[in-house]
Structure formats: C-alpha cells, structure tokens
C-alpha cells in the first residue's frame, strides 16, 4: 500500500481554513479517497485537554511554555493519528501544523522562529506536509469576520493588531522559503473560487 498524502491548512484566525478542510474532505470523499480530517491543537483526547489549556486559560502562559505544550500535541497527535493513517494510505487534511507554531510562537510570541520549527521538527520525527494550503488574509479584515462569528475570543484571537501581523508577515515567509510546498490563495476570493485552486494543486499530488 501506498504512503498516504498529508495536506495542512494554515493562515489567520477567520481566514476560512475550516470551510476548505470541510470542501476538501467532500471532493477528496467523493472521488474515492479516504480522508482523516483533522486539526491542532485538539485533534485527539489528549490534544483536547492541551487546546483547552493553551487557548482559554485564563492566566498567562510564558510564551516558551505555550510553545512546549503545543509542540506536545503535536508530537501525540502525528504518533497516534496522523502517521498511522498516511500508512494507510489515507489523506489527512489538518487545520494547522507546525508552520502554524512558526508564525504564532516564533513571530507573535517574539520566539526564536528556527528554534521553535527545530522543536516540532523533533516532535513529530520532521514529517512534514505535502502540501500547504496558506488562507491569506488581512488581520484586519480577519478581525471583522471574527467579530460576526464569535461571542468569545481565545487567547491568541485576542492578541492585539501588531501580534497578527507579524503573524501574517511570518507565514508569508514560510510560503516564499519553500514554494513547492505552499499554495498560497487570497482568502478574500470567493469561498468556491479558493476549493478550485486548491483542487487543482491536490490534484496533481494524487
């Protein structure tokens, strides 16, 4: 059996990556593929307690602790979920990786970005996606769509306007350093416009 295919969404908050997980899953479903659709944090039991932790606790979480436990859930999440179904030879489509961990830990969080992706690296023993979907979208224009769909923000979400563009800024790095594994798509688009853009690049890795 073949190895598996590992697609990541990555991107602002409100920047549409659980609509197009959701419109992949659909189309990869309906031409036959096995698809595990999944997210970080919060992917598995363990990964449920960590996200409940790293996104409402109340107090402060020292930034290289907030990279730590995310760099936790990651490492169970791909043991236990993700490695086992690319053996498979499934599709998991993940809402956020380690690029994700890069851009909020290494640029929001004012981290070292290679010491924070070095440290995920060695969580998940440096699998990394083959594809990567970047949602961009203005912070500002983000905010507005959270604004409509929230009545509560986590604790990175509520971080201020600097915080998220640096964040912006840090993933749109990422993109450039290694374009064959991003897709980078303007989130502005209409939502079917972006499922057929990313279609036609998964297309071409199936």
């Given at each position: ?19 197009q997980?959701?419109l ?26 960590i ?5 409402h606790h ?9 990279a ?24 998991v ?55 409509v ?15 998220h ?6 993933f749109l790095d ?16 209409p ?16």
């Amino acid at each position: 059996m073949s190895r598996g295919r590992f697609i990541t969404l990555e991107g602002g908050d409100g920047s549409g990556k659980s609509t197009q997980a959701a419109l992949l899953e659909q189309w990869l479903t309906a031409e036959g593929r096995t698809v595990v659709r999944t997210r970080e944090p919060g992917g598995t039991e363990v990964g449920v307690e960590i996200r409940e932790l790293v996104l409402h606790h109340r107090g402060d979480i020292d930034p290289r602790a907030e990279a730590l436990l995310y760099a936790a859930d990651r490492a169970h999440h791909v043991a236990t979920l993700v490695r086992p179904a690319l053996a498979r030879g499934e599709v998991v489509v993940q809402d956020r990786y380690l690029d994700s961990s890069v851009a909020y830990q290494g640029a929001g969080r004012v981290l070292d970005p290679a010491e924070v992706r070095s440290l995920s690296e060695w969580a998940t023993g440096g699998l990394l996606p083959d594809l990567t979907v970047l949602l961009d979208l203005d912070p500002h224009a983000a905010r507005a769509r959270l604004d409509v769909a929230r009545t509560r923000y986590d604790r990175l979400e509520a971080e201020a306007s600097e915080f998220h563009d640096r964040v912006r800024r840090a993933f749109l790095d990422l993109a450039a350093a290694e374009p064959e594994r991003f897709l980078v798509v303007d989130a502005t688009r209409p939502v079917e416009e972006i499922a057929a853009s990313i279609r036609e690049r998964v297309r071409g890795l199936l």
